[in-house]
């Protein structure tokens, strides 16, 4: 679906593009559009559930991602189409009692509004057409794209430029306090900060954030989308995070970052089990982030993928979010191995379904994408969508 999508957009190039989008909003809307932006999905490589206790992560901003085409309005309410939930508009007023409301997914938007109101800006109506390339429930941080998104809409309305990292917070919090999923800050500021061609360290304690080259044309990164569609406001994300904040206190310190490697060995005399699997996982990980940094510097691929598979058993096996259909896919990538192309290969994201990604050489992607489609296929009777690609920008105002 989301291929589709993107072919739909980008087969005839840039201005044919923003063609397409605009004749999209005289088709819903009527009229003419004064604005498209767009705000990338992304994808991390590695540093899976550091970003709340304080760790390490190790995304980028994906070519795939959210369109606002939109035109102002002057009496103060917002109107929104979303082309994956065809139906009427969503039509809500703008203002500082906002609140959540129906659809679930418009709630996105309406935090973010609410927090640039907080922040000062001036916020009008709008009316809006969304349109994404990236599947929901995806792993591929939709809810971040649509937030982001939001938010470059409304500067470019306001005639406001906010600080990028207040931007980035501004859209976190309205996944807190409107979405009700207690988000670390990764996702907000991968789509934020993303630079193409690079992935972007982040340091979730101190907000430092380092660009990281990918270097090389004889590697690619595949997406592998299971299609199993994961809900992180289900209770399960929330868990966890409950489990590292409990683990935290026992072991006397304020975030799980603060515990070095080699203190994992004592962790079962001191935590319960559970909590000592949570605890080894965020530990070991941050640890693998940092390691895949520097190998991926020097375009050390067989290093850097040993590291992939190691943080996949981690997240199956001690934080407990993997599935049986990542898990397999994972499986059919290991089969494959270096000799068959695949250097590594991870679930991706928050877990209980969406995405893998795995590390491939690039003169074997067609070999691998067939590989993977056909045994998931055979296996669960599902087509799953395989993607490539490079790091990319982050949000970015199309038109004007």
């Given at each position: 679906?989301s291929?589709?999508?993107?072919e739909?957009l980008?087969a005839s190039?840039?201005?044919?593009?923003?063609?397409?989008?605009?004749?999209l909003?005289?088709?819903?809307?009527?009229?003419?559009?004064?604005?498209?932006v767009?705000?990338?999905g992304?994808?991390?490589?590695?540093?899976?559930?550091?970003?709340?206790?304080?760790?390490w992560?190790?995304?980028?901003?994906?070519?795939l991602?959210?369109y606002?085409?939109?035109?102002?309005?002057?009496?103060?309410?917002v109107?929104?189409?979303?082309?994956?939930?065809?139906?009427e508009?969503?039509?809500?007023?703008?203002g500082?009692?906002?609140g959540?409301?129906?659809p679930?997914?418009?709630?996105?938007?309406?935090?973010?509004?609410?927090?640039?109101?907080?922040?000062g800006?001036?916020?009008?109506?709008?009316?809006?057409?969304?349109?994404?390339?990236?599947?929901?429930?995806?792993?591929?941080?939709s809810?971040?794209?649509?937030?982001?998104?939001?938010?470059?809409l409304v500067?470019?309305?306001a005639g406001?430029r906010?600080?990028?990292?207040?931007?980035?917070?501004?859209c976190q919090?309205?996944?807190?306090?409107?979405?009700?999923?207690?988000?670390?800050?990764?996702?907000?500021?991968?789509?934020?900060?993303?630079k193409r061609?690079?992935?972007v360290l982040?340091?979730?304690r101190?907000?430092?954030?380092?660009l990281?080259?990918?270097l090389g044309?004889?590697?690619?990164?595949?997406?592998?989308?299971?299609m199993?569609?994961h809900?992180?406001?289900?209770g399960?994300y929330?868990?966890r995070?409950?489990?590292?904040?409990?683990?935290?206190?026992?072991?006397?310190?304020?975030?799980?970052?603060?515990?070095?490697?080699e203190a994992?060995a004592?962790?079962?005399?001191l935590l319960?089990?559970?909590?000592?699997?949570?605890a080894?996982h965020?530990?070991?990980?941050n640890?693998?982030?940092?390691?895949?940094?520097?190998?991926?510097?020097?375009?050390?691929?067989?290093?850097?993928?040993?590291?992939?598979?190691?943080?996949?058993?981690?997240?199956?096996d001690?934080f407990?979010?993997?599935?049986?259909e990542l898990?397999?896919?994972v499986?059919e990538?290991?089969?494959?191995g270096v000799?068959g192309?695949?250097?590594?290969?991870r679930?991706?994201?928050?877990?209980?379904?969406?995405?893998?990604?795995a590390?491939?050489?690039?003169?074997?992607?067609?070999e691998?994408?067939?590989?993977?489609?056909?045994?998931?296929?055979?296996?669960?009777g599902?087509?799953?969508?395989?993607?490539?690609?490079?790091?990319?920008?982050?949000?970015?105002?199309?038109?004007?």
């Open positions: 679906m291929e589709q999508k993107g739909q980008s190039g840039g201005e044919s593009s923003g063609e397409f989008l605009r004749e909003f005289r088709e819903r809307v009527g009229g003419e559009a004064e604005a498209v767009f705000a990338p992304r994808v991390n490589l590695i540093g899976e559930h550091t970003d709340y206790n304080g760790g992560v190790l995304p980028m901003a994906i070519e991602g959210i606002l085409v939109a035109r102002g309005r002057n009496d103060g309410r109107r929104l189409w979303s082309e994956d939930f065809p139906g508009a969503v039509e809500f007023e703008v500082s009692g906002m959540v409301g129906e679930g997914w418009s709630n996105y938007v309406r935090g973010v509004l609410a927090g640039m109101i907080g922040a800006v001036k916020v009008g109506g709008f009316d809006a057409v969304i349109w994404a390339t990236l599947p929901r429930g995806g792993g591929l941080s809810s971040a794209a649509l937030e982001v998104a939001t938010a470059t500067e470019l309305f406001e906010l600080d990028l990292e207040e931007k980035a917070f501004i919090k309205a996944e807190h306090d409107f979405a009700g999923t207690p988000c670390g800050m990764m996702d907000q500021f991968a789509v934020v900060f993303g061609g690079q992935l982040i340091d979730c101190s907000m430092e954030r380092t990281v080259p990918m044309e004889d590697v690619a990164l595949m997406v592998i989308n299971t199993v569609r809900e992180l406001t289900d399960g929330r868990s995070r409950e489990d590292c904040e409990e683990a935290s206190r026992l072991l006397g310190v304020s975030q799980l970052r603060e515990i070095g490697l994992v004592g962790l079962d005399g319960p089990e559970r909590l000592a699997k949570r080894r965020v530990i070991t990980e640890a693998r982030t940092l390691q895949a940094v520097e190998a991926l510097g020097l375009g050390r691929w067989e290093e850097l993928g040993e590291l992939m598979w190691a943080s996949h058993g981690s997240l199956r001690d407990n979010v993997s599935c049986a898990d397999l896919v499986e990538a290991r089969k494959l000799a192309g695949v250097y590594g290969c679930m991706t994201g928050g877990g209980f379904g969406g995405c893998c990604i590390l491939v050489s690039r003169s074997r992607v067609v691998v994408r067939e590989w993977l489609g056909a045994r998931y296929l055979e296996e669960t599902v087509e799953a969508t395989i993607f490539v690609t490079r790091p990319a920008d982050g949000a970015t105002v199309l038109f004007p």
